[in-house]
């Protein structure tokens, strides 16, 4: 199985920006295509973008414009870099990994699955 660890999550007042990072291991990153998701308290888990082997983007309509994926197929990393940054996006955002392109966000159904880190925006 895949092993996923995020980091880069904090606390940022609203306008500013993050980066989070998730470091991949335990089988060939360049395989799998990547996502990250995110909970908030109250809320359904969110798809947030995906970053398939070439490259091609995907993303929520909620974030398109001030979300970018990328990926580090070198160092074996997904980024999410993370501008214009509101309230609600506060939220814990976690990577996954499926070697398939999936429109679901049940944990069960991905390789691998992160624990998460805690982005808090305040207004």
């Known amino acids: 199985q895949v092993q996923l660890v995020e980091s880069g999550g904090g606390l940022v007042q609203a306008g500013g920006s993050l980066r989070l990072s998730c470091a991949v291991s335990g089988r060939t990153f360049s395989n799998y295509v990547m996502y990250w998701f995110r909970e908030a308290p109250g809320k359904e888990r969110e798809f947030v973008a995906a970053i398939r082997r070439i490259g091609w983007t995907y993303y929520a309509d909620s974030v398109k414009g001030r979300f970018t994926i990328s990926r580090d197929n070198a160092k074996n990393t997904v980024y999410l870099q993370m501008n214009s940054l509101k309230p609600e996006d506060t939220a814990v955002y976690h990577c996954?990994?499926?070697?398939?392109?999936?429109?679901?966000?049940?944990?069960?159904?991905?390789?691998?699955w992160g624990q998460g880190t805690q982005v808090i925006v305040s207004s």
């Open positions: 996954a990994a499926d070697t398939n392109l999936r429109s679901d966000s049940d944990v069960a159904n991905y390789d691998g």
